[in-house]
């Protein structure tokens, strides 16, 4: 008797080791997304408001359920606005951290060097870099970009100065892939539209001085100048022209015009007052991105572009798992354009369009960034550019390109 209840114990001590890490593994499910900002570096002034927006979306995702009814990780990196950099850490998201998709990726040199790791490893890359290369070529269907090409934006500047009456422009472009994709159809565009192109002068990063080009590109009195770059470089062009008295219109990204205020701090209001800047729209007017300055006790109206878009990607990407009821990036992938692209209902809360996913039900997001589709290369369509300006320290939406 004694032995076969030894036996029976035996037998259910087996069975029950065996169940076991099934159960822990349960209790312990999750999946991770990593978010590759640039956190030191010439990136740093946007890394911050890239990890914001992250940890904004996770938290509204999280609140909601999570995905898979497990709660969503994120793990951050710091690509330090190095491509090398950016590599390396990229490897480490996926090979020790499993995860299942990169976001963030804020600088077009870094999502370029980063792109054949995320392909060969299999891997989805959401991005805010604009480079036109990103996107184009045999991408798996891995690669989305949630920022507008450097295409468009060129060609979205050049309809702004038409429309805002200028008749000739220069440009003054920093030398990084993004900055320079915006040059050409900058200036095909001003072109067809009747504009006369005075000059394009380049500068590079980290200048101690960028008086020379400024001379060299405001002494023509050209209507409008357009400044191609980030908000450090941007500041220092603005300083310099106020100083030496020019009067042409500046033209510039919001994401170096405005920043949360950086830039007027940098420059002080009188040397920002008439400044112009663009952005894909709807920022500020989409219950999305009411939704995301309310996560990040930020008051309306603030305009912080690149913290948007992450709070886009972290929250299309939880609803591509959802729909797909898996986190293998081979399968979610097969979603992600749907989950912009669908007819509708529109959607502009997460926490909403997570119950529908769950549930099968149609909808359409509706971004926080912008109100987006993805073309077929994972690129977004369907933009609309907003024209703002910076009046006694504030900027404010003053038309757009349609």
């Known amino acids: 008797m004694r032995l076969c209840t030894l036996r029976l114990l035996a037998a259910l001590g087996l069975a029950l080791s065996a169940t076991v890490p099934e159960i822990a593994m349960a209790a312990d499910a999750t999946t991770r997304i990593g978010l590759l900002a640039p956190l030191s570096g010439t990136g740093g002034p946007y890394g911050r408001e890239e990890e914001r927006g992250a940890r904004a979306a996770l938290d509204v995702v999280n609140a909601a359920g999570g995905v898979l009814g497990h709660k969503l990780e994120l793990v951050v990196a710091d690509d330090e606005s190095v491509p090398t950099s950016g590599v390396a850490v990229a490897r480490k998201l996926i090979d020790v951290d499993g995860v299942s998709a990169i976001a963030g990726v804020w600088s077009s040199a870094v999502a370029l060097a980063v792109r054949p790791v995320a392909i060969e490893k ?57 900055t320079l994709s915006t040059v050409q159809p900058f200036v095909d565009a001003f072109k067809a539209d009747g504009g006369k192109i005075l000059d394009v002068v380049s500068f590079n990063p980290n200048q101690p001085s960028y008086r020379t080009e400024v001379e060299k590109v405001f002494a023509k009195e050209p209507d409008a100048v357009f400044v191609a770059s980030y908000i450090p470089e941007f500041s220092a062009v603005v300083k310099e022209a106020f100083r030496s008295g020019y009067t042409s219109k500046l033209y510039t990204f919001s994401h170096a015009a405005d920043s949360q205020g950086a830039f007027v701090r ?96 149609p909808f359409r997001y509706s971004g926080a960034a912008a109100d987006f589709k993805f073309t077929p290369n994972g690129d977004q369509t369907d933009l609309d550019y907003g024209h703002f300006r910076v009046s006694d320290g504030v900027s404010r939406r003053v038309g757009t390109t349609r």
């Open 266 to 361: 940098n420059v002080g209001k009188e040397a920002a007052e008439g400044v112009n800047h663009v952005q894909a729209v709807p920022v500020g007017d989409a219950g999305a991105y009411k939704i995301y300055l309310k996560a990040t006790n930020q008051p309306e109206g603030t305009i912080v572009p690149f913290g948007a878009n992450v709070f886009d990607e972290v929250v299309v990407l939880a609803l591509a798992i959802e729909k797909a009821k898996s986190d293998k990036a081979a399968d979610f992938i097969k979603v992600i354009a749907s989950v912009a692209n669908e007819p509708g209902p529109n959607v502009s809360d997460p926490a909403e369009a997570l119950k529908l996913a769950r549930n099968g039900k």
């Open 122 to 178: 299999g891997i989805a890359l959401l991005v805010n870099g604009s480079a036109d290369e990103i996107t184009q070529g045999d991408t798996k269907g891995l690669v989305w970009r949630f920022q507008t090409t450097g295409k468009a934006w060129g060609t979205a500047f050049a309809h702004v100065v038409r429309k805002d009456g200028a008749k000739t422009a220069s440009l003054l472009v920093l030398q990084t892939p993004f």
